[in-house]
């Protein structure tokens, strides 16, 4: 959890189901963008899962969501060729 003097501002969820680690639900505040909030989230999140064994992360970005595609880059991700399938379990 990342925290500025007044408030919660960044959280991660992550863990390591025995063959990959997976990073979900990285955010940060709007107000707080920027101020590497994400960065030092990610560099918590990575240790803990390398820390249990973990060969490899991954983790799903929106193929239109360009910024964050590029804000994992930056931090060493790459793009996998893979294909992501999903069923819907309820209607929305």
Request: hydrophobic residues 40%; positive net charge; charged residues 25%.
């Amino acid at each position: 959890m990342g925290r500025n003097k007044n408030a919660i501002v960044a959280t991660v969820m992550g863990g390591y189901e025995g063959h990959r680690g997976w990073i979900n639900y990285l955010a940060v505040a709007p107000y707080e963008r920027r101020q590497g909030y994400g960065q030092k989230m990610m560099a918590a999140v990575e240790a803990l899962i390398e820390k249990r064994g973990c060969p490899k992360i991954n983790l799903q970005v929106r193929a239109r969501n360009e910024g964050v595609i590029e804000f994992y880059k930056a931090l060493g991700y790459r793009v996998d060729d893979v294909i992501g399938l999903a069923k819907r379990l309820e209607v929305d």
